[in-house]
């Protein structure tokens, strides 16, 4: 959808690369110790709108936009930010089998951004019932440290015949992130994490920042103004901005969520190329959403995402 290319990044397929990926604060027991992915160095870089509306439409709703979701394709790796309900249709609108996705972060536990239970089963179903493939029983679910300690207790509740474990030939591995959380995903590709402020600063709740040799992504989840996010979206190519506040509703501590104008500003003070407002409830013009954007100052793209949007590294 918008062109930003890296001159200095030399393609490298042929150089298929073997990482080794340490459990880091695995909380299940059921796990082993390290898995083992190969993957090549990537040569692009794509995010696919899955989801960028709120927990419920509103009477001025006339697009439909459903919960969070963004999916990352860098080069045949599928990474999720957030995991709503019912991703798995969106994933297939967009041509991606749930088998194909190792890698899900969840900002937060916000019921309209972890339905991770139902992705787990479903992936896992998938697997027993399709066709069998090298990324059918791998995946890798990053969340909040304490979100990570409290999950079992979670799946427990889905899944007491088993006494809370997975099966034996999938087991997801949950990782608990804390604060600059980061972990090399592929050669050249990294994950990063940071606490932001939401739910009265009392939720965990984290934002992301991936970067690749072909593009910076970051999301912030749900938060409310922080100094995180500035470090999160510092230079990235696409900022991904969680905009559910109301224009002239916009506060600096409160429950932690921002404004155009807030996401604006962030968007000018970290220097970044792109900013999609997201999870944004219909309750403003489109238009007057993106002006109290620019008005921040921020001379970069500035989008009002919907479902079904797509941002591609080299693209025009
Ligand atoms: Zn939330
Ligand atoms: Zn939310």
Known sequence: MRQFSFIFFQPLREHILSISVEAIGCVDNYLPNACRFTYPIPMSLKVFALGTGVCADTPQTTVSRQPPGFLLDIDGMYLLFDCSEGIRFRLKNAGVDISQVTHVAVSHAHPDHAALPQFIQTKYCSHLFGTPSATSTQLRIYLPAQLARDFPHVWNWHQPENDGRYWDDFVPKIIGMEDGFTEELAPGV??????????????????????????????????????????????????????????????????????????????????????????????????????????????GTIVLATDGMVWESGAS
Request: hydrophobic letters at 35%; charged letters at 15%.
């Open 190 to 299: 990294t994950l990063t994490a940071h606490h932001v402020y939401h739910g009265f600063g009392r939720h965990p709740a984290m934002g992301f920042r991936l970067e690749t040799p072909h593009g910076v992504i970051a999301y912030t989840g749900d938060t409310g103004v922080c100094d995180a996010l500035t470090q999160l979206a510092q230079n990235a190519h696409l900022l991904i901005a969680d905009c559910s506040t109301r224009m002239g509703q916009e506060y600096t501590s409160g429950y932690g969520h921002m404004g155009p104008r807030q996401c604006g500003e962030l968007a000018l003070r970290a220097g970044v190329k792109e900013l999609w407002l997201t999870h944004y409830f219909d309750c403003d013009a489109p238009d007057a959403m993106r002006n109290e954007a620019r008005n921040a100052g921020y001379f």
